[in-house]
């Protein structure tokens, strides 16, 4: 079951002091993040996450993310949904637009990334 996490934008007045919409909280989770029609992935350490985004950490700074990308948290079993945002070296910083519980996942381009939840449990 997909949920959906977009909210109403911050207003002008509250932008200059704070973007994100949700509270970001500093965690230690491994991650693979998961890219392009074919199922690519690349292993990462999701270093901050709130309910809108996340911050993660890359094994090398030369890699250049896609926009459209889905985040699998090992631990949690969450499939996270949405697009890189900004590319600074090794981290990047996403925008979600909404969260899956790998375990209930029936949509045939999750399958994989279940899949990969499932093999490493």
């Known amino acids: 079951m ?15 002091q704070e973007r994100r919409r949700s509270l970001r909280r500093p965690v230690t ?3 693979r993040l998961f890219f392009g029609l074919a199922g690519l992935s690349i292993d990462c350490v999701i270093r901050d996450l709130s309910d809108h985004g996340a911050r993660i ?6 890699w250049r993310a ?12 969450r499939i996270y949904i949405g697009e890189v945002v900004w590319n600074r070296g090794r981290y990047l ?3 979600f ?8 996942v ?3 381009e999750l399958l994989p ?9």
Request: no cysteine; glycine share 8%.
């Open 2 to 16: 997909a949920v959906s996490v977009r909210s109403a934008p911050l207003s002008p007045h509250s932008r200059g």
């Open 29 to 31: 989770l491994g991650g």
């Open 57 to 62: 950490a890359v094994p090398k700074a030369s």
């Open 66 to 77: 896609p926009k459209a990308i889905r985040l699998l948290s090992l631990r949690e079993g």
């Open 93 to 95: 910083g996403l925008d």
């Open 97 to 104: 637009t909404h969260v899956v519980e790998a375990a209930t």
């Open 106 to 108: 029936s949509d045939p």
């Open 113 to 121: 990334i279940r899949s990969a939840w499932q093999a490493q449990r």
